[in-house]
C-alpha cells in the first residue's frame, strides 16, 4: 500500500513539511506500506486556469505527477492555518484533478498545523470545499499538529513530552484508520459502479 503525504505551506522549510516526516516515519513501521511526499514549499506547481485542458506548457510536469498520484492508495493532506485559512498552494493542488482516478474514491486524512491552539479552521475548510469534482473522501477522524514547535521536531530532545506523546498517539490511531479506509475503498473502485464518465463532475 502507498500513501502520498502532500504538504501545502508554500515554505522551503515549513513546520508543515516536519509533521509530514514524522507521519511518514509513523507509517514506515507498518509492514507493506510505501509513503511517497510532493512538498508544495518545494515543488510548487503553476495556478490553475484553462491551459490546463489545452496542454500549456507549465503543465508539462502533470503527467509524471499523475502517475504519482495514480500509485497512491490514500493521502494526508497537511496543511497550516494561515489567517484561519488553507494556503492558496493546497487549495490550488486540489483544484487540478478532476474525477479522472488520482484522488477520485480514496481516502485522506486532513491534517492542520498551527503555531498556538488553532487548526480547526483548515479542517472544516477542506471537508466543507475541496473533493466535489476531484472525489477525494475524507475520512472522519483528523489531525491537527498544535503548538507545533514543541512536536515532530527531527531532534527528538526538542520535543515537548507532554505535548509530543499524546499527538503520536492519536496519530498512530489516525494513520491506521487512513490504511484501514484505503483498504476497503480499493474494493469500490474496482467494483465498477464508479461511472465518471456519465457524472465527471459532483452537485
Known amino acids: 500500500m502507498k500513501i502520498g503525504v502532500i504538504v501545502g505551506s508554500h515554505r522551503k522549510d515549513s513546520e508543515s513539511a516536519k509533521v509530514g516526516r514524522f507521519l511518514c516515519a509513523q507509517l514506515t513501521t507498518r509492514s507493506d506500506v510505501s509513503t511517497w511526499t510532493l512538498d508544495l514549499g518545494k515543488t510548487p506547481l503553476p495556478l490553475w486556469d484553462e491551459t490546463l485542458w489545452s496542454d500549456g506548457p507549465q503543465w508539462s510536469g502533470i503527467p509524471a505527477l499523475k502517475e504519482e498520484l495514480d500509485e497512491c492508495d490514500g493521502f494526508i493532506m497537511i496543511a497550516p492555518e494561515w489567517h484561519g485559512m488553507v494556503p492558496a498552494a493546497l487549495k490550488n493542488f486540489l483544484l487540478l ?64 513530552d507532554a505535548l509530543q506523546q499524546p499527538f503520536a498517539e492519536r496519530a498512530n490511531y489516525a494513520l491506521d484508520l487512513l490504511l484501514a479506509y484505503a483498504d476497503a475503498l480499493g474494493g469500490v473502485r474496482a467494483s465498477g459502479v464508479i461511472n465518471h464518465d456519465a457524472f465527471m463532475n459532483g452537485m
Do not use: F, M
Open 97 to 160: 484533478w478532476a474525477a479522472t482516478g488520482e484522488l477520485s474514491h480514496k481516502p485522506a486524512l486532513a491534517t492542520a498545523v498551527s503555531a498556538a491552539e488553532g487548526g480547526a479552521y483548515v479542517i472544516a475548510e477542506l471537508r466543507i470545499s475541496s473533493y466535489k469534482n476531484n472525489r477525494l473522501c475524507w475520512i472522519p477522524e483528523h489531525l491537527i499538529a498544535r503548538q507545533v514547535k514543541s512536536i515532530c521536531n527531527d531532534d527528538i530532545t526538542a520535543n515537548d
